[in-house]
């Protein structure tokens, strides 16, 4: 019990630092309105997660990158906020795209990941 949980927080906090560096990184170089960061690092996440599923790979794999990397390196909570920020601000047409690409190839990339990880 008490490794599971050291894998899981070993795997967020490196999950975590890697969200916040790739996120810093994007907003950077390419300042927006519209939060690409958290949609790549996502649509990202999307595919790893598909990948490790795919693997099949053993409870302490899973545990270490399935639930600890990539459940702090996608972001469910930002992806919520900065859709209901759209809504709020009446930006519909950001506020649709940004559900569409990030429900539509997120479940793509999803698959994607578990295809190719069988290949």
Sequence with gaps: ??????????????????????SKWMKQMYPS???????LINLIGSFLLGYI???????SWNLLFGTGFMGAFTT??????????FYVHKQWKSFILYLALS???????AFLGMKAASM
């Design 103 to 109: 429900y539509l190839f997120g479940l793509l990339l």
């Design 53 to 59: 599923v795919g693997k099949g790979w053993n409870a």
């Design 33 to 39: 309105s519209f939060p690409f960061a958290t949609l």
């Design 1 to 22: 019990m008490l490794w599971n949980s050291a894998l899981v927080a070993f795997g967020g906090f490196f999950g975590a630092m890697a969200r916040f560096g790739i």
């Design 76 to 85: 469910f909570s930002t992806f919520k906020f900065e859709s209901i920020a």
